[in-house]
């Protein structure tokens, strides 16, 4: 198999030559102002790692753009907000600059790319803080917000497979922390949104996969996406379910992870045979087909690329 056909099979769920491989970084922010620039980061990367797949970079494009939410005090305000419309910098340089990376990677190997769900990209711009005050405000403003992100997220995802020429979309849910909404405010106030990007991107692809993101390191109430669907989905091991095959069983599809993605825990410090032998006892676990290996969420800057290829490298020889 080439790694087209690999990652293919393996989102489908179909037993694969080797379990595929595939862990992302953020570009750092001094490339962020060149596209061209950019493009070639990812494209170094994949050479230097060999994934079999890219989860592609959103970087510079997180907290939502809206003149509305610059120094919002007023859940009120947020039935202010209007869409950007397919012109706005914001949709279409994305689309622009995932075109170039696309190229620069010359059909090597299938590439998702990061979208969040629209209650993140206005966290990304007002914060944690300002975001619960004004949705506990006022959870029908939030609604309507999330809404009208949701609307221009459509376009975008539309852009970046059809015009861009991304296989999918890595789509991030967030906010589903234990401690932060109960279940039912959750399904009544964030997941409309959350699934009508969804929804629709699993209209225009059959590659798109699900990140249940754990990034504040405090377990998700899973349950709340349980409805959530999607061929493979990426889930914090580390804060969530241990056991791979008691994940594969919840979600019922593909599952993407394996490693702790956090600085100073054993991706960062073992050697590379104790990387070998955590390999081949992942792949026990995960077996060749329903599987992908890879981390919990992104892998910091100080991490070697080499030690990612490390996995890689291991994989194949199982």
């Known amino acids: 198999m080439n790694k087209r056909e690999r990652v293919a099979a393996a989102f489908k769920g179909l037993e694969t030559d080797h379990v595929?491989?595939?862990?992302?970084?953020h570009v750092p922010p001094q490339y962020?102002?060149?596209?061209?620039r950019f493009a070639e980061v990812q494209?170094?990367?994949?050479?230097?790692?060999?994934?079999?797949?890219m989860k592609l970079s959103g970087d510079?494009?997180?907290?939502?753009?809206?003149?509305?939410?610059?120094?919002?005090?007023?859940?009120?305000?947020l039935f202010r907000l209007r869409h950007l419309g397919p012109n706005h910098p914001y949709i279409q340089g994305q689309i622009d600059r995932t075109r170039k990376v696309v190229k620069a990677l010359g059909g090597a190997c299938p590439a998702i790319y990061l979208v969040?769900?629209?209650?993140?990209?206005?966290?990304?711009?007002?914060?944690?803080?300002?975001?619960?005050?004004?949705?506990?405000?006022?959870?029908?403003?939030?609604?309507?917000?999330?809404?009208?992100?949701?609307?221009d997220l459509k376009v975008l995802v539309q852009g970046l497979i059809q015009e861009a020429g991304v296989d999918g979309i890595f789509y991030s849910v967030q906010n589903g922390e234990e401690n932060r909404f109960t279940y039912e405010e959750y399904r009544d106030w964030v997941t409309p949104s959350?699934?009508?990007?969804?929804d629709y991107a699993n209209t225009l692809s059959d590659m798109n996969a699900i990140h249940f993101c754990a990034w504040e390191e405090i377990?998700?109430?899973?349950?709340?996406?349980?409805?959530?669907?999607?061929?493979?989905?990426?889930?914090?091991?580390?804060?969530?379910?241990?056991?791979?095959?008691?994940?594969?069983?919840?979600?019922?599809?593909?599952?993407?992870?394996?490693?702790?993605?956090?600085?100073?825990?054993?991706?960062?410090?073992?050697?590379?045979?104790?990387?070998?032998k955590e390999v081949a006892n992942l792949i026990a676990q995960g077996g060749k087909s329903g599987y992908i290996l890879g981390s919990d969420?992104?892998?910091?800057?100080?991490?070697p690329v080499e030690r990612i290829r490390w996995v890689v490298e291991a994989a194949r020889q199982i």
Request: with cysteine; charged share 30%.
């Open 20 to 25: 595929p491989v595939s862990m992302w970084k």
């Open 32 to 36: 962020w102002g060149d596209d061209d």
């Open 43 to 53: 494209a170094q990367f994949l050479q230097d790692s060999d994934v079999d797949f």
């Open 60 to 77: 510079k494009y997180f907290g939502w753009p809206s003149p509305v939410l610059d120094g919002i005090e007023n859940a009120e305000d």
């Open 116 to 151: 969040f769900v629209p209650l993140s990209c206005i966290r990304l711009k007002i914060g944690y803080p300002k975001m619960m005050k004004l949705i506990r405000e006022n959870p029908e403003a939030m609604k309507y917000a999330c809404n009208v992100v949701a609307d």
């Open 194 to 198: 959350d699934k009508k990007v969804l």
């Open 219 to 276: 377990p998700n109430r899973l349950s709340v996406w349980e409805d959530y669907k999607a061929p493979v989905i990426s889930w914090s091991r580390y804060f969530d379910i241990m056991d791979i095959q008691e994940a594969k069983k919840h979600f019922g599809c593909t599952v993407w992870g394996g490693f702790d993605n956090r600085a100073g825990t054993f991706l960062y410090t073992a050697s590379k045979e104790e990387i070998e």
């Open 297 to 303: 969420c992104s892998i910091h800057d100080e991490l």
